[in-house]
């Protein structure tokens, strides 16, 4: 029987501990036990479904912020969310006792955010580092990335499974969750155009002004042109003694009156005028008459002299 009894026992001992071990611990149930301080924190580890995962895990250190240092998240998306709170997740266990034993006083820890696959470089590292006052201190192990986050306490452990530490602010690397800003608008060329092409209209209004100026200027001078050569004329048939010859050749000048007709009329009406030299012909043939008299009277009084 004691033999027996004591086969029972070990076989109990060790089925609670194989179910102990498959469920190792709740982060939800531990973090609740602390509500509020932690609703917020807790919250996003259900609503990202991070808890499922921490669960899974068998050697886990989660650093819980306070509702206090989580205004950062407001307004984030869920992808983004996730991926912070991830990064306060540490693969590894951590309680105060083995953070006070670092050889170096500093290490790199990977989290749940680096096993996810999609952080970008040193995204997914923590770096721990004790302060030369005794502290210690939580930072991205971006470079450049500064210690932010203070060690403030050890809210509950299970070694080696689960240790839950409190950090003073949320711990965000450069490039999750603080995107840089969309580009400005390409300036609009059109506007810029508009103006210049705006005076072209007037410029091919102002050109037909001087066209009907030009027409009517240069109508008068071949008007002007025409009697010229006329009055001309005449002048050369002043010193004709005869009276007769003269009066044909004032007619001609006496384009006053078809100056009218000319301000209607083209080149025509100067066509029509063209005919009054004819009575100059008539006046040229009756002085070379007038001298073959002369010439005549003179050569005959002469022969009559000599007889």
Same mark, same amino acid.
């Given at each position: 029987?004691n033999s027996?009894?004591?086969t029972?026992s ?19 149930k ?5 509500d509020p301080e932690?609703s ?14 921490i669960?899974?895990r068998q050697?886990i250190t989660?650093l ?6 989580m ?13 912070v ?9 951590f309680d ?5 034993k670092?050889?170096?006083k ?5 989290t ?18 004790e302060?030369?006052?005794g ?15 203070n ?8 070694p ?5 530490l409190?950090?003073s602010?949320?711990i ?5 969750g603080? &995107?840089?800003?969309? +580009?400005? #608008?390409? @300036? *609009?060329? %059109? /506007?810029?155009? =508009? $103006?210049?092409v705006a005076?072209?209209?007037?410029? &091919?209004?102002?050109? +037909?002004? #001087?066209s @009907? *100026?030009? %027409? /009517?200027?240069a =109508? $008068?001078?071949?008007?002007?042109k ?11 048939d002043?010193?004709? /003694? ?23 009329a /083209? ?20 002085l ?9 009277m003179?050569?005959v ?7």
């Open positions: 029987m027996q009894s004591a029972s070990l076989l109990f001992v060790s089925l609670f501990l194989l179910i102990s071990s498959s469920t190792a611990f709740n982060i939800t531990l973090l609740a036990f602390y932690y917020t924190f807790n919250g996003y580890l259900t609503e990202t479904q991070l808890a499922a995962d669960n899974k050697t989660v819980a912020v306070p509702n206090s240092a205004s950062q998240l407001s307004g984030k998306s869920k992808d983004v969310i996730r991926d709170i991830s990064l306060h997740v540490v693969l590894d266990y105060l006792p083995k953070l006070q670092l050889s170096k500093t290490a790199l820890l990977t749940l955010f680096q096993s996810s696959g999609i952080a970008d470089g040193q995204q997914g590292f923590l770096n721990v580092t302060l030369s006052s502290q210690f201190a939580f930072g991205s192990a971006v470079k450049g990335s500064s210690l932010n986050a060690l403030v306490k050890s809210v509950a452990a299970q080696y499974n689960i240790s839950v409190q950090v602010s949320l965000i690397p450069t490039g999750i603080n &995107s840089p800003p969309s +580009p400005p #608008p390409p @300036p *609009s060329a %059109a /506007p810029a155009h =508009s $103006p210049s005076p072209a209209p007037s410029k &091919s209004k102002k050109a +037909p002004t #001087p @009907p *100026s030009k %027409a /009517p200027v =109508s $008068p001078p071949k008007s002007a025409a009697p010229a050569p006329s009055s001309d004329a005449p002048a050369a002043a010193p004709s /003694p005869s009276s007769d010859a003269d009066a044909p050749v004032s007619s001609p000048p006496s384009p006053g009156p078809a100056e009218g007709p000319i301000a209607d /083209p080149a025509a009406d100067n066509k029509d005028d063209t005919p009054a030299p004819a009575p100059k012909n008539s006046s040229g043939a009756r070379s008459f007038g001298m073959f008299v002369a010439v005549f003179v050569v009084s002469s022969w009559a002299a000599m007889i």
